[in-house]
């Protein structure tokens, strides 16, 4: 008998619901990158309702042995670990047992919330109730996470039990090799003729480069972990001739080759630094594995290699891939050190829940409570999946990932030691080298939270456990796994799988419609924007339309803490709008009239006793918007305790709210949760300010110095306007900052008359530079000369300011400065000397030459004018 006639007697056998959930299984790993990496909500809904029917396909096919083993390995038990730690996570807990569990937790709650819930105005609607007492921080998110986790571990079931052994497997290599070429080819010609939007028609949500998208991804690293996967199966290929035995292998290993000369490039281009150390990751861990074949190895590896040279030098200069894979060993690179310094951040919350985490899913609104800095940027994900199961799982959820992945190596290694034949062997270490190079990758990135990149992940760890598990004893014919002992348990198991699909996919069309709504209204898709308090304020017409859609889209999502938040900022925005319109006749002003308009007012007014509480509520605007956005912040801070944009607009709020809680209160948790975000912090001080407590303002102002330099300048205007100069230098100006009080010397006490004040901050900043310790040694120095020089200290100026250009030589505009320093203090030999190595470092700027000559008469003239005194000899 032929190995043709007896392969296909086999594949006889192969019963329907196989041989369709595979094809299911091949159409939703393809499809799923080309639908955006299938990260918004109606193609989640897609991939989850495919893998579901995947799901009810292996229970039709009664495999109960099979599953009931499977159930018990180390990766099924991992990930079923993470999909019971979510719902421990998420679900509420007395108070005793929460505050032994997690005592961070418990205290933090204790610190934000009031013993009893907050009345609304004079509602009668129900009380909202305070956050459950749960572990996570957010458990909507964690209870969205966890569905998605035990979607993921039912489709993993589903794979190990329909098998297909390493035929199935060569299969996916297949279609996974040529449909990743095809997105490496895709994304090439887009990135060439890049015109903002992929497939040239859909905008992207950020502004995106032509090399930083990834084809049909919207990030490029996105790109590079499926293309890394496809290269390991083109690599398996490649050394195992494909398993073809019949005439043609040549010609089939050839477009192995080809497969991954095309792969390479695309990882290459995709300019993603991850990736590409990925690339060689996983290359080397093929090299080592199959090192007993060194001549097959090394002729298609150099193959391959000439392969890529020759793309390569066909693309010339289009992509500039060698300037950013060269700031791999630039350990300065500013993307190394922010990532670096989250990953720090992360860890530090992380030790303040070692055990239990604060909750999966929840990195976006846990991990702002420990960055200290000020980015500009919101982080949904930490970009290093470690770091994020971390803090997000605490030593239980990383010990089960750790675990999980474990189990995959060693699953992974039995079915490479029981590969019949060496081109299976192959394909094993094909699919083993796509795993190390995703488990490589995702120490700079977040794949695992891309579905189109997850899917793929769950799919191979599915087939190489099931290769790797052992035979389950049956007798003929159930030995080939086709039929099963257990037929009674085929009923209810399928019963309970197709219930549990029923609720799964309910959620994920709620969750589809949900962004349906939200989109149709121009708001921008959920975890895109970072919310503050700014108010988007336009036409009335246009938020009405937003406020209605999002109240629409918390009836379908009630937990969805951004949706209330959005909800309440839209009522804010309308209430401005409409008194801002009521206002126009009697209030011509349109900045006193803005000012009126603001929520802010309210609370100043009833500080200062100009109106009461039950005569507010009687407005009509008050009622329609304002205590409905009461309520929105209310819900939002349910749905998640450490929210400080709840916290916040409750304090502007609070005049309308019967609580015990004062505005301090409200700021004062804004402090605990905010982080490093300025613009929340600027807020929380105008919250105190207009609240009359000045001292908390401080702390807010304080804080926003503390996280960087982007609002300084705002922070000293407003603080000029309620402190006094010592108390700005006593309670405003940090520390280990004494740049800011130069700067705020510089902006603020200017002018002649304020010279007492200025002489005052001038002191501190030239005695606190010395340990402002983030500034680059040659700023620090020349920054602390500067204050001595304001200060006609002279000698200590000098030598600071020349320290400062010993390091940093080219730097003309600080030479240019001592230059007219040293002129005005009647040393112009010295001028000259410091002009004359201007001239050096700076030959082809004519300013350098006229500092020379200028410096040169001034020597000559054996005086030294000021620069008032030089007029226009002076060069500018």
Not at 777 to 804: F, I, K, T, Y
Request: hydrophobic fraction near 50%; proline fraction near 5%; charged fraction near 20%.
């Amino acid at each position: 008998m032929t190995d043709a006639t007896r392969k296909g007697r086999v594949d006889a056998g192969v019963p329907w619901e196989n041989c369709l959930a595979e094809g299911v299984v091949l159409t939703l790993v393809c499809a799923a990158p080309w639908m955006l990496g299938s990260v918004h909500a109606r193609s989640e809904l897609v991939l989850i309702t495919g893998t579901l029917a995947v799901v009810i396909l292996a229970a039709v096919s009664g495999r109960v042995a099979v599953l009931l083993k499977n159930l018990m390995s180390l990766p099924s038990v991992a990930f079923g670990g993470l999909v019971l730690l979510g719902l421990a996570q998420s679900t509420p807990l007395p108070e005793r047992m929460l505050a032994v569990l997690d005592p961070s937790t418990s205290a933090l709650r204790r610190a934000l919330l009031p013993d009893v819930p907050e009345r609304v105005g004079n509602e009668s609607a129900a009380t909202v109730p305070l956050p459950p007492k749960t572990i996570s921080q957010e458990p909507g998110a964690t209870r969205e996470t966890t569905w998605s986790l035990f979607v993921a571990w039912m489709f993993f079931q589903a794979v190990m039990v329909l098998g297909g052994g390493c035929d199935a497997l060569r299969r996916l290599g297949w279609f996974v090799a040529a449909n990743a070429m095809l997105l490496a080819l895709f994304a090439l010609i887009q990135s060439l003729t890049w015109n903002g939007k992929i497939y040239w028609v859909i905008p992207t949500e950020f502004e995106c480069s032509a090399w930083s998208i990834g084809g049909p991804f919207i990030c490029h690293t996105h790109l590079a972990e499926y293309l890394n996967v496809g290269l390991g199966f083109g690599l398996g290929f490649t050394l195992g001739g494909m398993g073809d035995r019949r005439p043609g292998m040549l010609a089939g290993r050839t477009i192995a080759i080809y497969v991954v000369g095309v792969l390479a490039l695309g990882i290459i281009t995709s300019q993603s630094r991850g990736g590409f150390l990925a690339m060689l990751g996983a290359s080397l861990f093929t090299v080592m594995c199959l090192r007993s074949r060194r001549f097959r190895l090394w002729v298609g590896l150099v193959a391959a290699l000439a392969m890529v040279a020759l793309f390569l030098l066909a693309l010339g200069d289009a992509s500039p891939y060698g300037a950013r894979l060269s700031t791999i060993v630039n350990l300065t690179d500013n993307a190394y050190q922010t990532r670096t310094e989250i990953w720090r951040d992360a860890v530090r919350g992380w030790l303040q829940h070692p055990f239990w985490g604060t909750g999966l899913g929840t990195f976006g609104v846990s991990a702002p409570l420990f960055i200290g800095h000020d980015y500009g940027v919101y982080f949904v994900h930490a970009e290093n999946e470690y770091v994020e199961m971390l803090l997000e799982g605490g030593c239980v959820g990383f010990g089960l990932a750790l675990l999980g992945l474990a189990g995959i190596g060693l699953k992974a290694r039995r079915a490479w030691l029981a590969a019949p034949t060496h081109a299976d062997r192959a394909l094993v270490i094909g699919a083993s080298a796509g795993i190390v190079a995703l488990a490589i990758q995702f120490l700079s990135d977040f794949g695992l939270h891309i579905p189109a990149i997850s899917l793929l992940m769950v799919v191979l760890c599915g087939h190489l456990c099931r290769l790797g598990a052992e035979r389950v004893a049956a007798t003929s014919p159930a030995e080939s796994g086709f039929k099963t002992a257990r037929s009674w348990l085929r009923v209810p198991i399928i019963a309970v799988v197709a219930a549990l699909a029923v609720v799964i996919i309910r959620e994920a069309f709620q969750r589809s419609h949900c962004e349906a709504v939200i989109a149709s209204a121009g708001i921008p898709a959920s975890d895109t924007h970072w919310l503050t308090p700014t108010l988007g304020i336009g036409p009335l017409e246009g938020l009405e339309r937003r406020r209605i859609a999002l109240e629409r889209s918390v009836q379908l999502r009630p937990d969805w803490t951004e949706g209330h938040l959005r909800l309440g900022l839209t009522n804010l925005a309308i209430y401005a709008a409409t008194a801002d319109e009521w206002l126009a006749d009697s209030v011509p002003d349109p900045i006193e009239r803005a000012e009126m308009a603001d929520p802010l007012w309210l609370l100043r007014l009833v500080r200062e006793g100009k109106a009461e509480t039950a005569l507010l509520l009687q407005h009509e605007p008050i009622q329609q918007f304002l205590l409905p956005a009461a309520r929105n912040f209310l819900e939002a801070r349910r749905c998640c305790l450490v929210s400080p944009l709840a916290h916040a607009e409750l304090g502007t709020l609070s005049c309308l709210l019967e609580s015990k809680l004062k505005p301090a209160n409200y700021v004062n948790s804004v402090l605990l949760t905010a982080g490093g975000s300025s613009e929340l912090l600027t807020y929380a001080a105008a919250v105190a300010i207009q609240s009359g407590d000045a001292p908390l303002a401080a702390r807010c102002w304080r804080r926003t110095l503390e996280s960087g330099d982007t609002t300084w300048a705002q922070v000293a205007d407003l603080a000029s306007m309620a402190l006094s100069p010592d108390q700005i230098l006593e309670s405003v100006i940090p520390e280990n900052r004494g740049r800011y009080a130069l700067m705020f010397a510089d902006r603020l006490y200017a002018t002649p008359d304020n010279r007492s004040a200025r002489d005052k901050f001038l002191a501190v900043a030239a005695a606190r530079l010395g340990g402002d310790l983030d500034l680059p040694l040659a700023e620090r120095l020349w920054l602390e000369g500067r204050a001595w020089s304001e200060l006609d200290v002279r000698e200590p100026a000098l030598r600071q300011m020349q320290a400062a250009l010993t390091l940093e030589n080219s730097r003309f505009e600080w030479r240019k400065d001592l230059i007219d320093r040293l002129i005005a203090w009647g040393n112009p030999e010295e001028a000259h000397q410091q002009a004359l190595i201007a001239l050096q470092f700076s030959p082809t700027n004519p300013d350098a030459r006229k500092l020379v000559d200028w410096t040169a008469e001034a020597v000559a003239r054996g005086a030294g004018p000021t620069g008032s005194e030089t007029g226009n000899d002076q060069p500018r």
